[in-house]
């Protein structure tokens, strides 16, 4: 005979056993929803094969606010070896099917310039100097760009295209990477003397002059220095002795802005100013600048000539303010047109450089000093600007980025190793995967830790039925399990919830244990008597 406890008692342990573990494995995913419409993907670089993320560590980006329009150099540092090596995933040597974008499914394009681009089975044989137009870089966090790659019969775009190389510098006047050319505007520059080709600190090739015969200038009759100027060069002495030799100078007959050095006496740069361009003497010297070790190896001069009265002039030299004042009494009579645009001279003074330069860049607007830092910071030091994400197949349209737990691929696998997983919502929160939605498998396994065998240790507090009945009673749900009001607002942990079940179905054990005992002690009095 089952006594009527038990005997109510028993249809609910055999459901909770056997019906509930079922139920709760069907509804994995209940909780809180977000729906998320979803979109496809398209791309403007179909027929890609290949990509490859770059991360631009936005610590090396100066100051706090971000920057605009900024020309990103991308070397061999940023660049995965499959991209370089001409293998089967390799690009095309001369860089013709190089693009980029700003996204990972290449629908925000950018615009680019391909300097120099060589594969190579042998590391020493290749070479990279790209410039990418970056519509903001932030410096807050950090910038992720995609390289695309490896496409037969590609090339780039002719110079004038939205895309091509101009676009790349359409906020710059005048920029010539070796003294050669013109990026710019897309002129051929003349060239006196025979100036060789040197290496640039970032690899690249540079305007080698011998201080006698060498010098490149280009005749313009449109530049207008009247306005505000920014100038930037980097400039590499070759001897110690280079006396007044000149990296740059704009102007003509009415008046000259150069940049000079006094490499043999006092280990000075200065901006100097000349009213006439037959005078052997300068009118004056706007900032000067004592950079590390100026007198040989390779320095990043930066200066911004304001029209602002009593302004003057915003000169750095690697990242460095000048702090030498200028000398008294000079000026600059500007030309409003028919300048010149000269490397390693200043036409009438002949004081021809012996030196390297590399990377002359005129704009007409002022430059910030935050904008000039961060411009020396990638060429400096590519590597520690940014650094290059894993290389995938475009048909994997969020792989690739290292960091922020992108997915990698491994072979047949792929793994996300830092971040979260969001299917059908954009926020997984604090969850290594969320999903909105229902879940089907044959099998899933939880791993538990504090399994509830507590329950039968001889130290653990069983709830009398008098207090379960209590609380039920109060609170509307069993002891320790959570409510239904705490269900619909945070969902259910399926590992924690079936912990607390069996918690709950061995307390019951124990409670019919309890009741089997007390209903022999019962029948034992009945037969007695």
Excluded at 305 to 314: A, D, I, P, S
Excluded at 465 to 473: P, Q, T
Aim: aromatic letters at 10%; hydrophobic letters at 40%.
């Amino acid at each position: 005979m089952i006594p009527k406890v038990a005997g109510k008692l028993l249809p609910i342990l055999l459901f909770i056993q056997f019906f509930m573990p079922f139920q709760l494995l069907a509804d994995i995913g209940v909780g809180p929803r977000n729906e998320v419409p979803q979109e496809g993907i398209t791309s403007n670089f179909q027929g890609w094969n290949r990509k490859q993320a770059i991360i631009i560590d936005h610590e090396r980006v100066a100051g706090s606010s971000d920057l605009v329009d900024f020309p990103f150099l991308v070397t061999l540092d940023h660049l995965a070896s499959e991209v370089v090596d001409g293998g089967v995933n390799s690009a095309l040597n001369g860089g013709g099917d190089l693009r980029f974008s700003s996204d990972a499914n290449g629908n925000n394009r950018l615009a680019i310039e391909v300097v120099e681009f060589v594969t190579s089975a042998l590391p020493g044989n290749r070479k990279c100097q790209i410039w990418v137009k970056l519509p903001v870089l932030s410096a807050v966090s950090n910038t992720t760009i995609y390289v695309w790659y490896n496409k037969l019969g590609a090339v780039q775009p002719v110079p004038i295209d939205p895309y091509g190389s101009r676009a790349v510098w359409s906020n710059y006047y005048f920029v010539s990477h070796n003294g050669l050319f013109d990026s710019a505007t897309g002129q051929s520059l003349t060239v006196a003397g025979s100036p060789t080709v040197g290496i640039t600190p970032y690899g690249g090739m540079s305007w080698k002059g011998n201080g006698i015969t060498d010098y490149t200038y280009m005749a313009d009759g449109g530049i207008d220095l009247s306005s505000n100027v920014s100038v930037s060069i980097w400039k590499k002495n070759t001897v110690p002795t280079d006396n007044f030799g000149h990296a740059f100078a704009l102007g003509n007959a009415t008046g000259w802005m150069t940049l000079k050095s006094y490499g043999s006496t006092e280990n000075i740069a200065a901006m100097t100013f000349f009213s006439s361009a037959l005078q052997s003497q300068s009118s004056g010297e706007g900032a000067r600048i004592q950079p590390s070790g100026y007198q040989l190896g390779w320095h990043y001069f930066s200066v911004s000539e304001t029209t602002v009265v009593g302004q003057g002039e915003l000169m750095r030299a690697d990242g460095i303010p000048a702090t030498l004042p200028p000398t008294t009494g000079h000026s600059w009579p500007r030309p409003a047109q028919s300048g010149l645009i000269m490397m390693g001279n200043v036409l009438g003074e002949n004081r021809l450089l012996e030196g390297e330069l590399s990377e002359f860049r005129v704009s007409l607007s002022i430059i910030s000093p935050e904008f000039s830092d961060t411009d020396y910071n990638n060429m400096v030091s590519p590597m520690t600007f940014a650094y290059p994400g894993v290389p995938v197949d475009t048909e994997d349209p969020d792989i690739g980025d290292p960091e922020g737990g992108k997915w990698v691929r491994n072979g047949a696998d792929i793994y996300y190793e830092n971040g979260n997983v969001g299917i059908g919502t954009t926020d997984p929160g604090e969850w290594k995967m969320a999903v909105n939605g229902k879940i089907r498998a044959k099998e899933l396994k939880v791993e538990i830790a504090n399994w509830p065998d507590y329950v039968f240790d001889r130290n653990y507090v069983l709830p009398t039925l008098i207090e379960v009945e209590k609380h039920i009673k109060d609170k509307g749900h069993l002891i320790n399990v959570p409510s239904a009001g705490e269900i619909k607002a945070n969902g259910m942990e399926v590992g924690a919830m079936n912990r607390l079940l069996l918690e709950k179905i061995e307390e019951l054990t124990l409670y019919l244990l309890q009741q089997e005992e007390r209903i022999k002690r019962l029948e034992n009095n009945s037969l007695k008597n």
